[in-house]
């Protein structure tokens, strides 16, 4: 009877240890918060989302309007967030100021532009740096990802994603001045 209560504590002690030391070891952080340095916390890389292989999605799933929610490097205009249309094998974006327009296609993941071509009206200084930052995505032929309806386009360090543009498109503003009313014949004149 002696031994058994002498064995028993013996036998249990290093278990006891063992899921000490193992429910520890996961909750030590890898590296200080900030990333590990005492400067400015530096801008992450581009990375496609969460799953390293995305789902595989029928690029036509892909036409229709799209409006920007996310860009980087640069920064979204408030109120000027780029529009994106693809149809059949035709882009259309509006960075914020100009437009631009061209065709395009897919190969497997990558976003391939052809030739992207725009009005060049002068814009505000933070609307060209999103024009910039837009145009430079783009014709770096981006991967393209479609995961739970966002469409992220990333080349390298450059990042913009996009859901469906839901709003309805403005009509043309009117017309500034005097309407003349339509020429209608004069009785009898057809």
Same mark, same amino acid.
């Given at each position: ?24 070891? =996961? ?9 590990? #340095? ?33 860009? #980087? ?82 080349? =390298? ?9 839901? #709003? ?23």
């Amino acid at each position: 009877m002696r031994i058994h209560a002498f064995i028993t504590p013996v036998l249990i002690a290093p278990v006891l240890a063992s899921l000490l030391l193992t429910g520890c070891a =996961g909750s030590v952080p890898a590296e200080p918060a900030g990333g590990g #340095s005492n400067g400015p916390a530096s801008t992450p890389p581009a990375t496609p989302p969460s799953d390293p292989t995305p789902p595989v999605v029928d690029p036509t799933e892909l036409q229709g309007r799209w409006q920007a929610v996310e860009l #980087s490097p640069a920064a979204l205009v408030p109120g000027k967030e780029p529009r994106l249309t693809l149809q059949a094998d035709r882009i259309g974006v509006l960075p914020g100021c100009n437009t631009m327009g061209g065709s395009y296609r897919i190969e497997g993941n990558t976003l391939i532009t052809d030739g992207l071509t725009s009005t060049m009206m002068g814009c505000p200084e933070e609307l060209m740096a999103q024009e910039r930052a837009v145009a430079e995505l783009l014709e770096g032929d981006p991967q393209w990802f479609l995961e739970r309806g966002r469409f992220t386009l990333i080349d =390298g360090e450059r990042r913009l994603v996009l859901v469906r543009d839901t #709003s309805t498109p403005q009509p043309p503003p009117a017309p500034s001045g005097p309407v003349e009313p339509p020429l209608t014949p004069a009785p009898g004149q057809r």
